[in-house]
């Protein structure tokens, strides 16, 4: 008996893992009302995992009477069923479109099977180029988290990119633009603006919850610009890219305000000559964003690619 023990216990703790490693993605997929047939997925707020499907990323989905919009695809082949059945806990109605609003691999990588089921995919060629530039890439990455949740998945694109910079467009009788977002968090960035909804599915130019992550790619003068531009349209209900359905004055506070403190004072210390590591010391210490999840693994590190950035300008 004494022997069975430590066995036993072991695997009750990883049975008890197991359970909640399946509850978290549960939670993922558990459709969240924004307003009337409008809902989200809110994504983990951790980094990708074999257990999340990579969905660490906010997803969406409009319910008409002539099918369902999903804004954004998920990072996988394998996760598009997922995505449906949890769509089908709130409609019947079958995804006949999926509007991509990023190039990272959680908001398109999934494309591949909501296409097999007749859906039409629409994106910016903006976002589409940059799909193309970084697909190799990001599936070489996916395979070594997902592994064989990763088979089926292929690059697959709009057939016929949007070559505007701000797309009006009638669908299932509802109206909504698709904005380009500059090359904010990746190149090619857009948002999904629902006017007579007051909704917008913000796309990673906002982060709450969490604190955004500026990578060498990144424009620091386009996500601040495109969070300007969201903020003119004046929304009543932002649905982020990262973190909780939120208002403009939550937005504000947890990416506009991140951004004017890292553009602003990054430019300053360039403007006066003070030194890379003087000037994420001098900007290290931000109290006002401490709590948004992993500010102490990404803000340092955004100060020095900010600066990397406008000391190269």
Not at 93 to 115: A, E, K, L
Not at 196 to 207: A, L, N, R, T, W
Not at 223 to 235: C, D, G, Q, R, Y
Not at 272 to 286: K, N, P, R, T
Request: charged share 20%; with cysteine; net charge negative.
């Amino acid at each position: 008996m004494r022997t069975l023990l430590p066995l036993l216990l072991g695997l009750l703790f990883m049975a008890t893992q197991l359970h909640a490693k399946q509850s978290e993605l549960d939670e993922i997929l558990q459709p969240l009302a924004v307003t009337d047939d409008i809902y989200y997925f809110k994504g983990s707020l951790e980094a990708r995992s074999y257990e999340n499907f990579s969905l660490n990323n906010n997803l969406g989905f409009i319910v008409t009477d002539e099918g369902v919009v999903l804004i954004d695809s998920g990072a996988s082949y394998q996760s598009g069923p997922l995505i449906a059945e949890a769509i089908a806990t709130v409609t019947d109605q079958p995804v006949r479109w999926v509007i991509n609003t990023g190039s990272q691999d959680h908001r398109w990588m999934g494309n591949g099977y909501f296409v097999e089921q007749g859906a039409e995919v629409i994106a910016l060629a903006r976002t589409v180029a940059t799909q193309r530039q970084y697909a190799e890439s990001h599936l070489q990455r996916s395979a070594g988290i997902l592994k064989e949740r990763l088979e089926g998945t292929a690059a697959v694109h709009a057939a016929k990119p949007i070559e505007a910079y701000h797309h009006r467009m009638t669908i299932g009788g509802i109206e909504m633009a698709l904005i380009y977002a500059g090359d904010a968090h990746f190149p090619g960035d857009a948002m999904l603006w629902l006017p007579e909804q007051e909704v917008i599915f913000s796309g990673d130019v906002v982060y709450v919850d969490r604190i955004v992550g500026i990578h060498p790619w990144s424009d620091i003068r386009g996500i601040h610009a495109s969070f300007a531009k969201l903020e003119s349209l004046a929304p009543r209900h932002i649905v982020p890219g990262h973190g909780y359905l939120c208002d403009l004055e939550k937005a504000r506070a947890e990416a506009g305000d991140y951004y004017d403190f890292i553009l602003e004072g990054v430019s300053a210390a360039v403007e006066d000559f003070i030194d890379i590591s003087e000037a994420v010391d001098m900007l290290g210490d931000a109290p006002q964003f401490a709590h948004l999840r992993h500010f102490e693994q990404w803000h340092r590190l955004n100060i020095n690619r900010v600066y990397l950035q406008l000391e190269a300008e």
